[in-house]
């Protein structure tokens, strides 16, 4: 299946650990994202990568790093993560740098820290 | 800067019925404007999008969107809901260049019996 895939799903993790999660898509395209959706279901951009080069960094904690090995895959890193980070995080692919034709996404990994 | 407003947090419609999710927006220049779908528990799929010619766009599931500049507003529409399309409902503006996709806050979407 052409997709974008996340895992995990769901990550449960204490304050204070280190955690990745880990993004491929098969699309072909030159462009992934991160997303961050809080619990209202607000959705805000913290990353997007084109070819392995970042090109957006929203003003996002540092101890949170994207990681882009090739323009399939665009791994998130967090360290020490805190309570305020538990969300659903999302990766997103688009075809071209801007995006026009609309992104794709993932189904989302579910970060609760306790 | 680019930013959406989605007026309406909930909307409950009975099943059958027409439906109508309203999305204001802000921008600079003529707008790339999308519509997202999520189901619970899943990710976002796309809907539909608007970048230029007919204001009158037609998506997937039965879902069209009429842009208007004058009002600045791009709503989804759909004549008659089925109990599955119950979902939360997220326009975009955007992106163009190095901007973002900027997504509303969202419309949930309950169908009633």
């Known amino acids: 299946d052409t997709a974008v895939s996340q895992t995990p799903k769901y990550l449960v993790t204490q304050m204070g650990n280190d955690k990745s999660i880990k993004c491929e898509q098969n699309?072909?395209?030159?462009?992934m994202y991160w997303y961050k959706q809080d619990s209202k279901k607000f959705l805000k951009i913290m990353f997007s990568?084109?070819?392995?080069?970042?090109?957006i960094n929203e003003t996002v904690p540092n101890r949170f790093s994207p990681k882009s090995p090739d323009k399939a895959h665009l791994n998130l890193h967090i360290n020490s993560l805190e309570l305020g980070d538990s969300a659903v995080y999302f990766c997103?692919?688009?075809?071209?740098?801007?995006?026009?034709?609309?992104?794709?996404f993932g189904s989302g990994t579910r970060l609760t820290v306790v | 800067a680019q930013s959406v407003t989605q007026p309406d947090i909930h909307i409950t419609v009975s099943e059958g019925a027409s439906l109508e999710l309203r999305c204001n927006y802000s921008?600079?220049?003529?707008?790339?404007l999308f519509w997202y779908v999520q189901s619970p528990g899943q990710g976002l799929q796309l809907l539909l999008k608007?970048?230029?010619?007919?204001?009158l766009v037609q998506g997937i599931k039965g879902f069209e969107a009429e842009f208007k500049r004058s009002q600045s507003s791009f709503n989804l529409r759909k004549p008659s809901v089925h109990w599955s399309d119950a979902a939360e409902y997220f326009c975009?503006?955007?992106?163009?260049?190095?901007?973002?996709?900027?997504f509303g806050t969202g419309t949930r979407l309950t169908i009633i019996p």
């Open positions: 699309l072909g395209h030159d462009t």
């Open positions: 997103a692919s688009s075809l071209e740098s801007d995006g026009v034709s609309g992104y794709t």
């Open positions: 608007y970048f230029s010619g007919d204001t």
């Open positions: 921008y600079g220049a003529t707008p790339y």
């Open positions: 990568y084109n070819n392995k080069e970042l090109i």
């Open positions: 975009a503006v955007g992106p163009f260049g190095n901007e973002k996709l900027t």
